[in-house]
């Protein structure tokens, strides 16, 4: 059924870098880490950077109600603005900063605080990680406007109460564009993250993100019935993931092997 759904006057996906670690052979174990986000924004293909954008995670530890930057608490502590020091210096570069005229920096709010992904944010919390989300993207835009770069900024999670703590606290004016995006990811009972799209009805979405390797007609309906673009992640590229790929352009591919992706997509 998801043949038929194909668009094949569709522009080419846009390659994201995954968790800020795209430096192969893929390690999962740096995910957002300062070492791999470094090492990945010097990858380049014939003068190129080798992705359109990046994506980042702040973690709301709820310990003590820090904002980090981190996949999850078992690794590195950083502080969440870290990355985004970081990303400023990268857009003072010479040259081009993405594969494209537009670079996206994609900020994941992960919806657990602790090591548990059952243990989610209270009220308080939501509205903290929200101001965080926000500082992050001040910083990114202060640097983008710094440095006249076409940046967008967008917003990604696993729980609808997070993009609307959000969204309510959107500030009174944005230098760079910002857009939303629900994560679909293993379904349940394998993974206890993924929530329903019928909780995202009334958010402003711009595409869904769907894990490539478990994309059911049911799902993609129910995306296509939200009137919004989709795009997909994976954690290591297979033909299944090429041909889903090939068969739907995605809007964006979020991938930690961005070179070997860059290279099949430009074949």
């Known amino acids: 059924m998801l043949a038929a759904l194909a668009a094949c006057d569709r522009p080419p996906s846009l390659v994201i870098c995954h968790n800020a670690n795209c430096a192969e052979p893929a390690d999962p174990e740096r995910d957002d880490t300062v070492e791999a986000l470094r090492e990945s924004l010097v990858l380049e293909r014939d003068g190129l950077p080798?992705?359109?954008g990046i994506e980042l995670d702040t973690f709301l530890r709820g310990a003590d109600n820090t904002c980090l930057y981190a996949h999850d608490l078992d690794r590195d502590q950083t502080?969440?603005?870290e990355p985004a020091i970081i990303l400023a210096e990268y857009f003072s570069?010479?040259?081009p900063i993405g594969h494209g005229d537009t670079f996206y920096v994609a900020v994941e709010l992960k919806s657990h605080v602790s090591a548990d992904t059952a243990d989610r944010h209270d009220g308080a919390q939501l509205a903290l990680h929200a101001d965080c989300a926000w500082q992050v993207y001040r910083a990114i835009a202060d640097a983008a406007i710094a440095n006249d770069?076409?940046?967008?900024?967008v917003f990604e999670a696993f729980n609808p109460?997070?993009?609307?703590a959000v969204i309510a606290a959107?500030?009174?004016?944005?230098?760079i564009p910002v857009e939303y995006s629900a994560i679909q990811g293993v379904p349940a009972p394998l993974d206890d993250q993924t929530q329903s799209l019928d909780g995202y009805r009334d958010l402003p979405l711009s595409y869904v993100e769907l894990h490539a390797q478990w994309i059911l007609d049911a799902q993609f309906e129910a995306v296509r019935s939200l009137g919004v673009d989709f795009a997909v992640f994976m954690f290591s590229a297979t033909a299944e993931t090429f041909a889903v790929i090939e068969q739907l352009r995605p809007r964006l591919i979020f991938t930690s092997e961005a070179t070997l992706m860059r290279r099949w997509l430009d074949r």
């Open 50 to 52: 080798v992705f359109d």
């Open 79 to 81: 502080p969440a603005l």
């Open 93 to 95: 570069r010479g040259g």
């Open 149 to 153: 770069r076409e940046v967008v900024m």
């Open 161 to 164: 109460a997070l993009l609307r």
């Open 170 to 175: 959107t500030p009174s004016t944005l230098p």
